[in-house]
């Protein structure tokens, strides 16, 4: 598996618009999956863009704020996101990443997808994705190491 904290390596991502999405899954970190797809949306794009993030705490979400506002100016780009537990104060979805994957995704418009947490969640996603019936050669991943 590929060690990586800076430079988001996401590979094979053709311009043609198609009704296919580009789905990005990132757990407890966004990385420098954030800075790719501003630079994707800023730049112009045909491609669907869709970004499933999850996280402990409201706290963990970094960039949380900047990219909802992406979501809600751009034709291209959605965004669903989670917390592991619930909270008073979250109105968004509740439970483990891969558990709001499996509900939300739909298997058939995935043109490529792209992981990006821990060796665990990389694992537990990839799993989940293949058993949608996501083919292997469509994921590719990058590991964080956690810090805390």
């Not at 990586?4 to 990385?31: C, D, H, M, P, R």
């Not at 997808?113 to 293949?130: A, F, H, P, S, W």
């Amino acid at each position: 598996m590929k060690q990586s904290n800076s430079e988001f390596k996401f590979t094979g991502v053709a311009e043609e618009a198609t009704e296919e999405e580009i789905v990005l899954i990132a757990g407890g970190k966004i990385g420098p999956i954030k800075d790719w797809i501003t630079s994707v949306l800023k730049n112009g794009t045909n491609k669907n863009i869709r970004l499933f993030f999850g996280a402990n705490t409201q706290n963990d979400l970094n960039g949380y704020r900047n990219l909802k506002d992406l979501s809600e100016l751009s034709n291209n780009f959605s965004m669903v996101t989670a917390l592991n537990t619930s909270n008073p104060e979250w109105e968004g979805e509740v439970g483990l990443i891969t558990d709001v994957v499996r509900d939300k995704l739909h298997p058939d418009k995935v043109s490529k997808c792209y992981i990006y947490g821990t060796d665990v969640m990389i694992e537990e996603t990839k799993r989940t994705l293949t058993g949608l019936g996501i083919p292997e050669e469509k994921i590719q991943h990058e590991t964080f190491n956690r810090t805390r």
